[in-house]
Each structure stands twice: as structure tokens, then as C-alpha cells.
Nanobody, 127 residues
């Protein structure tokens, strides 16, 4: 079993930055593609970013491309999401998830394929 715990959320003004972390425990996540999803109030959960198990390929939703960066630290068993130039529409609960398809290389990351989820961290961006 893998336990995922997100941190780093908070309130920020538009144009600001936040860095989310997702710490894994229970077992190594080095063989899993890791993803970030988000769910805004009243909306469905949506894909934000993914990083290949090896860390050498990343994928982003069009809405965050060029502003967000996903990365991972195998030694720390942790995944990060650097969010810059934040907009009010980025306001959401952000979830970290591990893809259940071992060694999957993308590019598609539907939430039904995610085997483990964190509880989420709230990001609020004010205008």
C-alpha cells in the first residue's frame, strides 16, 4: 500500500506562486507515474500534470502549461508541483495520485487508472 500526503497549499494573490509536495510512504513510488489532479468547487476533478516513473517525461493540461512544473525526487519518495503565475481559476483542492499501471509512460492519465490518492490540499487564489 502507498500512502500519499499533500502539503503546501494555501492562499495567494493572483500572479503569485506556491509549491505543492506529495510525500509517499508505505512503499517506493519510483515505479509509478505520478500525477496531480484538482477539483474546483462545483466542478469535476480534472487532470493537471503527470510525470513518468523515470522522471524524464512530463505532461500538462493546456490550462497550466508554461506555468506549472511537476518534478519528483526518488530518494525522498516525493513529488512536487511548482505553480507560478497563479490565476483565480486555479483555485481548487489539489490531489496527488499514483498511477496503478507500473512503468506507464503516458500520455494519458484518466483518474480511473490512479491506484492511490492523497486527501488533497486546498489552493485559493484571489484576484
Amino acid at each position: 500500500q502507498v500512502q500519499l500526503v499533500e502539503s503546501g497549499g494555501g492562499s495567494v494573490q493572483a500572479g503569485g506562486s506556491l509549491r505543492l509536495s506529495c510525500a509517499a510512504s508505505g512503499r517506493s513510488i519510483s515505479n509509478y507515474a505520478m500525477t496531480w489532479f484538482r477539483q474546483a468547487p462545483g466542478k469535476e476533478r480534472e487532470f493537471v500534470a503527470a510525470i513518468k516513473w523515470s522522471g524524464d517525461r512530463t505532461y500538462y493540461a493546456d490550462s497550466v502549461k508554461g506555468r506549472f512544473t511537476i518534478s519528483r525526487d526518488h530518494a525522498e519518495n516525493t513529488v512536487f508541483l511548482q505553480m507560478n503565475s497563479l490565476k483565480p481559476e486555479d483555485t481548487a483542492v489539489y490531489y496527488c495520485a499514483a498511477d496503478s499501471r507500473l512503468f506507464y509512460s503516458g500520455p494519458n492519465y484518466p483518474d480511473r487508472e490512479m491506484g492511490y490518492w492523497g486527501k488533497g490540499t486546498l489552493v485559493t487564489v484571489s484576484s
